[in-house]
């Protein structure tokens, strides 16, 4: 009996392990522990709620992968999420990743918290904070959107830099 529960608590470890991770596009990631995943969602690989710092609100990352050569370029992404802001300077940055080319963004302000089906402003939310990457998947791009109150993202960022870290290609990607 001793071994047969031994066993299940093996089994169900693995199971959260296999459930810690991420793929869309021939690329996987491995998602913070902290994070926890959201249902699925129209047009989202997939979405993740991330804890709030003290006194502020959750924030939420939102992965998305929509065919190859759609969902539009990098930089056109990029620049429309740096729209997104009011007054904020967005800090951009490209490096590889285990082979990958990731591009980055980080940018501050007031949020437009654009939503709906032509993605309109929903309402100006002040102190908010955005970190992007773009990743160059072998099927197409690969979009993370970590969008939240500023405290909350600022207590995010060594997760979400540990998540863009962990960015490798799948064993199924088509290259």
């Known amino acids: 009996m001793k ?3 031994i066993a ?3 089994l169900l470890a693995a199971a959260v392990v296999v ?3 991420g793929a869309a596009a021939g690329v996987k990631w491995t998602v913070p522990a902290a994070w926890k995943a959201q249902p699925e969602r129209p047009m989202r690989a997939a979405t993740y709620d991330v804890p709030a710092a003290a006194g502020a ?3 939420e990352c939102g992965v998305f992968y929509f065919g190859p050569g759609q969902g539009g370029g990098v930089e056109e992404n990029l620049s429309r999420w740096a729209g997104q802001f009011e007054g904020g300077t967005p800090k951009k940055a490209e490096k590889s990743v285990h082979g990958l080319k ?3 963004i980080d940018i501050s302000g007031t949020y437009l918290a654009p939503s709906g089906p032509m993605m309109k402003s929903s309402g100006k ?3 908010y904070r955005l970190l992007g990457a773009i990743v160059e998947g072998p099927q197409g791009n690969v979009f993370f959107k970590l969008t939240g109150p500023a405290a909350t993202i600022a207590k995010a960022q060594a997760d979400f830099d540990g ?3 962990s960015l490798t290609k799948s ?3 088509k290259t």
């Open 3 to 5: 071994t047969l529960r």
């Open 8 to 10: 299940t608590l093996i």
């Open 19 to 21: 459930a810690a991770d």
């Open 163 to 165: 998540l863009v870290g």
């Open 171 to 173: 064993a199924t990607a």
């Open 57 to 59: 609100e959750a924030a």
């Open 125 to 127: 939310k002040p102190g």
């Open 102 to 104: 990731v591009h980055t």
